[in-house]
């Protein structure tokens, strides 16, 4: 296999007795674009911070195309960054901000003009050059700090929340273009969010973060399929936590509320009386029986909330409640609260918790 | 409610009165002197005097190198302090305000003691020397309004990240400070050094203890020895200050707008 683009190894950080990032590792191969996922104070940021220079790890190295940068200052590293805040400069304009990294480096005003116009096409934004950041919205600012970061062909792109300032329409046209540049620069990109959707539609990989330490690393599909821990689960998606029982350890069966269900296996090790966190994704699970589940539990129906084209129905199953939803069919009236029901699913979909 | 309202104008009136009258009373007395009618004469007389060409001019060039020195110390320092040090912000702070507090006449002579012919640093030994050491008392007295100045523009602007910013695409601190800080904070210098213009232009004691030709000492040996020269030379000073604030009114319309939300 070859060499990671960028390695970050054992990194760890401390300010002053609170440590915020513990043992952090991550492989990012070349051209890849990797999440980091997690709620406010997890350490993703900080992370980011030490990969841009602006924080020195307290423990570990990060590496960067075979080169150990962790001591270099933010502007030897050739790192491109966006930040939440924009941060373009008021007093430059369009143009002059998104050339500003290659007037630094000595670049000759005809090539920095050619640079800056080739990246106000690539961010639809040709005929902003002579504005001032005052004058642009939101979305174009931050596009425009965009196009200043890969201006001068930075090795890794850093994506500090950049999305989280701006509103939920332009968040998502916006967070396409930022995949569409940067699959077709093929830049390594480094995205920090606390928006899970964010991270699920754009990633190649996505770092679940909490407390100081990575969770889990996997593709969307993984994170969202197969949350390795409790945390991954919750925060990852909607999700349907039940406490059950170990009956049968061999035959891996579990009984929920004096109900059993045939796990097939999945115990990862519990013994007979052992009690675990199972959890189902709100689309694994259908209101009746229907064929292709191979299993079921029985409940009462407790919340019915019409919300047009689908309705949540929320089932408890002794002291569990289990949330889902069915698309409304106009020849169908919806459940009634109070109703006896039975919820099935497939025993390949239900996950244990660690 | 139209009470209020008449009572606020009688106020504003009274302050009006209060401010306008001396400056109306000082004019018309500037323009007796000629006898039976007004007359711009002693205006013409201040203005032909070589000692008030002399005097102001070296108050202006004194002016002028205080701002720079000021400039010099006061951006680089509060920009440092906001970036890197908040926590030494309120003991910054205390230091300015004290030439508020110690009365320059103390400063001087504190001056006099340490840079006298005979000590290690003789500033007063030679005309440049005590030139120079003037232009740092100037700049230690607009210390309070040059600092206080630049911090407000400063607190307009996301200093940590427009640094940052600037670090990532490559730029040193001399660039940073340069291209992104100062010209995002010029309308607070340039306010900073008007108010040090307006402190030089009319400074007394250290000028006069120190024994330099400036503008100060020129007014009050007119005052003592003359009768509507004062007069004209107290209107031209207070217009030369006047047009300094102006200034910074017309310059502030011209200050970048931020587009960086605040921290």
């Not at chain 1, 080739?118 to 040709?126: D, H, N, R, T, V």
């Not at chain 1, 399929?225 to 891996?252: C, H, I, M, Q, Y």
């Not at chain 1, 959890?279 to 009746?288: C, D, H, Q, V």
Request: net charge positive; hydrophobic share 45%; glycine share 8%.
């Amino acid at each position: 296999m070859a060499d990671p683009f960028l390695s970050i190894q054992h990194v760890r950080k401390s300010f002053g007795a609170t440590t915020v990032v513990e043992d952090f590792n991550l492989d990012v191969e070349p051209g890849e674009f990797v999440s980091f996922l997690g709620p406010s104070g997890c350490g993703k940021t900080t992370v980011l911070r030490m990969v841009a220079g602006f924080e020195e790890p307290s423990a570990g190295k990060i590496v960067v195309a075979g080169k150990d940068i962790t001591r270099l200052k933010p502007n030897q590293r050739n790192v491109g960054m966006v930040f939440q805040a924009y941060a373009l400069f008021p007093n430059l304009t369009v143009a002059q901000n998104i050339g500003f990294g290659l007037k630094v480096a000595g670049m000759p005003r005809a090539d920095i003009d050619a640079r800056v116009a080739e990246m106000l096409g690539i961010i639809k934004l040709p005929q902003m050059a002579d504005r001032y950041p005052y004058q642009l919205s939101g979305g174009q600012q931050q596009r425009i700090a965009l196009a200043r970061a890969i201006a001068p062909k930075p090795k890794l792109l850093l994506l500090d929340e950049p999305l989280s300032a701006l509103d939920a329409k332009v968040r998502v046209s916006l967070r396409e273009e930022i995949r569409s540049i940067q699959k077709k620069l093929g830049i390594t990109t480094i995205f920090v969010t606390h928006d899970q959707e964010e991270a699920l539609s754009i990633s190649d990989r996505i770092a679940v973060m909490y407390g100081g330490k990575a969770e889990q690393v996997g593709t969307p599909f993984e994170i969202y399929n197969r949350p390795a821990t409790k945390f991954v689960a919750n925060f990852v998606g909607t999700l349907n936590v039940l406490e059950g029982t170990v009956t049968d350890a061999a035959s891996g069966t579990v009984r929920v509320n004096s109900q059993e269900v045939a796990l097939k296996g999945k115990l990862n090790g519990s013994k007979s009386g052992d009690t675990l966190s199972l959890a189902l994704r709100p689309e694994a699970i259908s209101l009746g029986r229907q064929p292709g589940r191979d299993s079921s539990l029985s409940g009462e129906i407790s919340e019915v909330h019409f919300l047009g084209s689908v309705i949540r129905v929320r089932v408890g199953i002794g002291g569990n409640t289990v949330s889902l939803d069915t698309f409304n069919n106009s020849a169908t009236p919806p459940p009634a609260v109070g109703e006896k029901a039975e919820i099935s699913f497939s025993s390949g979909d239900m996950l244990v918790l660690h | 409610m139209k009470s209020g309202k008449f009572w606020a104008w009688v106020v504003f009136a009274l302050g009006a009165a209060y401010f306008f009258i001396p400056l109306i009373a000082t004019v018309e007395f500037s323009m007796r002197m000629r006898r039976g009618a007004y007359s711009f004469d002693a205006y013409q007389i201040v203005l032909g005097d070589p000692r008030f060409q002399a005097t102001f001019g070296y108050s202006v060039l004194a002016a002028f190198f205080t701002i720079i020195l000021g400039v010099l110390i006061v951006v680089p320092a509060a920009y440092w302090i906001r970036l890197r040090l908040p926590q030494l912000r309120p003991i910054v702070e205390f230091i300015t305000l004290l030439p508020l507090v110690i009365p320059a006449i103390v400063i001087v002579f504190g001056y006099i003691r340490m840079y006298g012919s005979n000590s290690p640093l003789p500033f007063l030994a030679t005309d440049m020397g005590t030139n120079a050491l003037l232009v740092i008392g100037y700049a230690m007295l607009a210390l309070p309004y040059m600092y206080r100045a630049v911090d407000t523009g400063l607190r307009t602007i996301d200093v940590r990240t427009l640094t940052e910013a600037a670090q990532i695409l490559g730029a040193g601190w001399g660039t940073i400070i340069g291209r992104v800080i100062l010209p995002n904070v010029l309308i607070a210098v340039l306010s900073g050094a008007f108010l040090t213009f307006a402190i030089v232009i009319g400074e007394f004691t250290m000028a006069s203890l120190l024994n330099r030709p400036a503008f100060g000492p020129y007014l009050q040996n007119v005052g003592a020895n003359r009768a509507y020269e004062p007069a004209a030379l107290a209107i031209i000073a207070f217009a030369i200050t006047w047009g300094c604030m102006s200034l910074i009114q017309i310059l502030s319309r011209f200050a970048p707008k931020s587009a960086n939300r605040p921290n």
